[in-house]
């Protein structure tokens, strides 16, 4: 089966998906599903086995933790990189621009490759950052390479282990000459999440027309390349529709839809990835956000954070983003892990987190006395101290969902500590009292 059979033949199946399931959405999460999960190797629509790697991932922290790599698990992909010298930004902005390689590998070789593949490019001190996933999937193993030289040196060490896989990769990547190893660039959006948006639009187009029973692989390039053309005419649409917030993620994400159909028609080869280039010149702000203050900005990432992750599981995230350093506790989805790299390091995150909770606390900790009482508010704030729950706050005006977003226990206990407050639920209903006061006063003069 040639790559084009294969890319027909995984449209027609998501296309079918929607034409059986007609009150199904047509959305982001079961087309990526699908996409990383399919096997591109049967004859059959197949999905690949959901083996856990979770021992693996291990296996090989235990193996590769304290050499000279920096090593973490981002509770989805155990993350290994090589970073010589180069500090967070300077890293980070060499892995925005670097080469991604797709590296099949079935859950039984799994460990034995990636064990030798990491041990080569740390002798070699390449610079790189290597992802494996906690189950199997077409794409558990994904490496980024600063360097064209250094790709091709790593290309060339897996094909000298001449290793078979039953797992094929996608076939939108760029693979060259029918090796094992697919390709992509990409940016600020990663490769298969721009051909999900991608997807997602074509078939949401088809389904519109009453055509989702004719598709194919070709009509879906030419989809994008007429999509690319009316970016131009308006922007504002184009980045509504495809999540786009910044203009560095519009330009990567019109760079990657202009590869991938490029692939699609005329299937390109290795040098020809490596020397890709999209020329697009962004003349407007460096920012398509509609958000003003950095407050609003770091709110938008909380709750964009909230769409994929528990408030628990974002807030454990921010606080390891706190304590290591290491921007990859954020999704790259919606460009949150770009804006908090351009905007947020650690210490300013963490100091704006501690102001923007305690001014919640105190708005929460008001609304409630004054629709309730003293002793509301006494039990509210023993039950946030003991129990970390807020139930005991009301709602009106919002003030709980707010204070639930905001505020990290560890960081309002480290809070009052730094203010020398007493950590009791008398002590801080005292202190909301003055405020209460204050706020009084305030109003008073205001009306003379």
């Known amino acids: 089966m040639t790559k084009k059979d294969k890319q027909n033949k995984f449209l027609k199946y998501l296309a079918q998906i929607y034409l059986e399931n007609p009150n199904l959405t047509i959305s982001d999460a079961t087309i990526y599903h699908e996409l990383v999960h399919f096997d591109f190797g049967s004859k059959q629509n197949a999905h690949i086995k959901n083996n856990s790697l979770v021992s693996i991932q291990v296996k090989l922290n235990n193996e590769f933790q304290g050499k000279s790599c920096h090593c973490f698990n981002n509770n989805y992909f155990w993350v290994i990189e090589n970073r010589r010298d180069l500090n967070d930004s300077g890293f980070y902005r060499l892995m925005e621009n670097s080469i991604k390689l797709y590296i099949p590998i079935d859950s039984e070789n799994f460990y034995h490759i990636a064990s030798q593949l990491f041990t080569f490019m740390l002798e070699k001190n390449i610079i790189m950052q290597s992802k494996v996933a906690k189950v199997m999937r077409n794409d558990a193993l994904v490496v980024r390479i600063s360097s064209s030289k250094e790709a091709e040196d ?14 094929e990769t996608n076939p939108f990547l760029v693979n060259d000459n029918n090796s094992q190893v697919s390709l992509a660039r990409d940016g600020h959006i990663s490769y298969n999440t721009a051909l999900t948006k991608l997807i997602r639009e074509y078939l949401k187009n088809k389904q519109k027309s009453h055509n989702l029973n004719d598709i194919s692989a070709k009509e879906f390039a030419n989809f994008i390349i007429e999509k690319i053309n009316l970016s131009f005419q308006d922007k504002e649409i184009f980045a509504n529709t495809y999540d786009l917030r910044t203009a560095k993620e519009f330009k990567d994400f019109l760079s990657t839809s202009n590869l991938i159909s490029q692939n699609i028609l005329t299937p390109l080869n290795k040098e020809q990835l490596f020397n890709y280039h999209y020329d697009y010149q962004e003349k407007e702000s460096p920012h398509l956000l509609s958000l003003t203050t950095e407050e609003q900005k770091l ?69 409630t006395m004054q629709k309730y009482d003293y002793n509301q508010l006494l039990y509210a704030i023993d039950n946030l101290l003991k129990e970390e ?60």
């Open 389 to 448: 729950k807020i139930d005991g706050f009301t709602n009106q005006n919002n003030v709980r969902s707010y204070l639930g977003i905001i505020l990290i226990p560890e960081l309002f206990q480290e809070l009052l500590e730094e203010k020398g407050i007493s950590i009791t639920s008398s002590s801080l209903a005292d202190i909301v009292i003055c405020e209460s006061k204050k706020f009084e006063t305030t109003k008073k003069v205001g009306k003379k």
């Open 299 to 367: 709110l938008y990432i909380i709750n964009k954070m909230c769409s994929y992750y528990s408030i628990s599981e974002v807030h454990m995230r921010i606080l390891e983003y706190i304590s290591k350093e290491n921007v990859n506790y954020f999704t790259r989805r919606d460009g949150i892990r770009a804006l908090v790299n351009y905007y947020f390091p650690p210490y300013k995150i963490k100091t704006m987190l501690k102001d923007m909770s305690w001014n919640a606390f105190l708005s929460a900790s008001l609304t």
């Open 154 to 167: 790593v290309i060339n060490y897996l094909e000298s282990l001449n290793y078979k896989s039953k797992v």
